[in-house]
């Protein structure tokens, strides 16, 4: 099994080259799973985590509902953004400037094979890097991602998650909000879910900006204890 994670940031990139860029990796994986089945081989698979940052963008998962995006057309262009219905799961999210997202593109049968045991180590990881600002976060129980003040009045999301899996490898994953502009939400129904909010790192702790390089490297700190791993950087494409 291998336990190494190849980590690149991409920096900023439009949605749809890194989701192609996503599917090349993921395609790669599942391909050598196949060749490795059928011809009796024991090649090792590689695994990746890919940061990166977008343009303004919403997209819908594969079960999600249209209605829930909240613009036609022009108003979309209007504001900069861009919308595309993707093969995750989940409903609605935006993505965009400040917001850290990261897309684990892992064959689990070289940690375990458990999806659920897969999403509760993301929202894991997020929720000991939340706590390291000195925020308590946690699960809203059938709504996955990240949220503060489950069970109240106040409850509101700081991450969305939503990922892919076949033949054990994983795409697709969480959008962490650090420094958005949370208006942008103000034009889906974010996760098809009404009447909670959703909320950034900054806001959380009433400053300007933090620093999301820091917040990365908390991720991977974390994940790489989660899933007991080693992260080996390499140079972004």
Avoid at 31 to 53: A, G, W
Avoid at 116 to 136: D, V
Avoid at 165 to 183: E, K
Avoid at 200 to 217: A, I, T, Y
Wanted: net charge negative.
């Amino acid at each position: 099994m291998n336990k190494k994670i190849q980590l690149q940031d991409l920096g900023n990139r439009d949605y749809k080259s890194t989701w192609e860029y996503q599917e090349e990796l993921f395609t790669a994986i599942v391909d050598l799973k196949i060749k490795n089945r059928r011809e009796e081989l024991d090649l090792p698979t590689l695994n990746y985590l890919l940061f990166v940052e977008h343009p303004h963008v919403y997209t819908l998962g594969k079960s999600g509902d249209l209605e829930n995006l909240l613009l036609n057309e022009k108003q979309l262009e209007a504001k900069g953004a861009t919308f595309y219905k993707i093969n995750r799961g989940g409903d609605i999210t935006y993505h965009g400037p400040g917001q850290v997202v990261g897309y684990p593109i892992l064959d689990l049968e070289n940690f375990f094979t458990d999806i659920h045991k897969y999403l509760r180590f993301l929202e894991e990881s997020i929720i000991l890097t939340l706590a390291e600002y000195g925020l308590e976060s946690g699960r809203s129980e059938g709504e996955t991602g990240v949220w503060l003040g489950v069970g109240t009045p106040f409850a509101r999301k700081i991450c969305a998650m939503g990922v892919r899996a076949s033949r054990w490898v994983t795409m697709h994953g969480f959008a962490l909000n650090v420094n958005v502009d949370l208006g942008y939400f103000d034009n889906i129904i974010p996760c098809g879910i009404r009447g909670k909010g959703v909320t950034s790192l900054n806001v959380e702790l009433g400053v300007e900006r933090v620093d999301e390089e820091e917040v990365k490297s908390k991720i991977v700190k974390h994940l790489a204890h989660l899933f007991e791993a080693e992260f080996i950087a390499e140079t972004s494409r």
